[in-house]
């Protein structure tokens, strides 16, 4: 076993109590830009949720962005490693990456695909690129289970692109809906009780958009190319606005721009994380590495 899937030091959150939802336009309450990092077999990314100035945003637990043409950032891949406790959720950009795992499901995620695993009470699985040269470019988020459903089934979803709408909400604006609904077009991803809402937006330059959001879900917008206004403030290539409660998100670009905005319903539980395992209490947690380390995911 690495030092990687060894049990504690285990980061607790406690859960925390809810709020009266807020109406009205949605602000910036907090901006940065992620941090360098690497995983898997050292392939290079920028962590944007899950490091020290952003632990998390109930009930997202971490995004990751991978992106680079150079393949000794990525070629090495993410070889067999364990999830139980969360989902994971892979949209790619550009290049091509090949799903196995130990329930008999493969999968090859190419440009514009998504991959959304639950994992539940267990899964090993590896995620390797099918490309030795060329961009490789996407996004990974992770998503909590609740409680009552951290020890579900495993399930795997591949979703080719052909199967993502896009919908076109106002002029100079298209938008890949991958969960939630937008514009009446509804994404083909229903995720249960965090209710998720996962869009990938493309502005043209002087366009403009206003986003309905539920109240009382946590969102952000991130910023992947170009520049744009988000709310109340400008976010530029790299950096993600952790948006306020309200029921709507204004957006616009004077140069064009495109971004992931996403929401979810929090689930205000106490979470145990440590490396691939996510769940409620440290008895939990352990008892991850125990089942993993006697073979029984």
């Known amino acids: 076993m690495s030092d990687a899937l060894k049990p504690p030091p285990i980061r607790v959150s406690r859960a925390t109590a809810p709020q009266a939802a807020a109406t009205g336009p949605r602000r910036i309450a907090w901006s940065g830009a992620g941090m360098a990092a ?28 991978f992106g680079s043409d150079d393949p000794s950032a990525y070629i090495a891949g993410f070889p067999d490693h364990p999830h139980r406790g969360f989902e994971t959720v892979t949209y790619m ?5 090949r799903h196995r795992d130990n329930k008999g499901n493969e999968g090859l995620l190419t440009a514009g695909s998504v991959q959304w695993i639950t994992p539940g009470r267990g899964i090993v699985h590896s995620e390797m690129p099918e490309q030795e040269e060329g961009l490789m470019q996407g996004f990974q988020l ?5 409680a009552k459903d951290k020890m579900t089934a ?5 979703i080719a692109p052909e199967r993502i709408p896009v919908a076109t909400p106002a002029p100079g604006v298209t938008a ?14 229903e995720a249960g009780a965090t209710e998720p809402f996962y869009v990938d937006i493309r502005l043209e330059p002087g366009a403009a958009l206003t986003v309905p959001l539920t109240p009382g879900h946590n969102a952000f917008a991130y910023v992947y190319e170009g520049q744009a206004e988000v709310a109340d403030g400008v976010l530029e290539r790299g950096r993600i606005g952790v948006l306020s409660d309200g029921d709507s998100v ?11 905005l996403v929401a979810g319903k929090p689930l205000r539980e106490p979470v145990a994380k440590y490396g691939p395992f996510v769940m ?14 006697a073979g029984r995911f």
Not at 176 to 189: F, H, S, T
């Open 93 to 97: 950009l550009a290049g091509r990456m």
């Open 280 to 293: 409620n209490t440290t008895d939990e947690l352990r008892q991850a590495f125990a089942d993993y380390q």
């Open 176 to 189: 890949k809906v991958i969960a939630g609904e937008l514009a009446g077009v509804r994404g083909p991803v």
């Open 38 to 65: 690497s995983d898997g077999a050292g392939v290079k990314l920028t962590r944007v949720i899950g490091q020290p100035a952003l632990a998390d945003l109930d009930p997202f637990l971490m995004l990751d962005e």
């Open 250 to 260: 204004a957006l616009t670009s004077a140069s064009g721009a495109r971004l992931i």
């Open 154 to 158: 495993p399930r795997y979803q591949d």
């Open 142 to 146: 992770w998503l909590n289970l609740p």
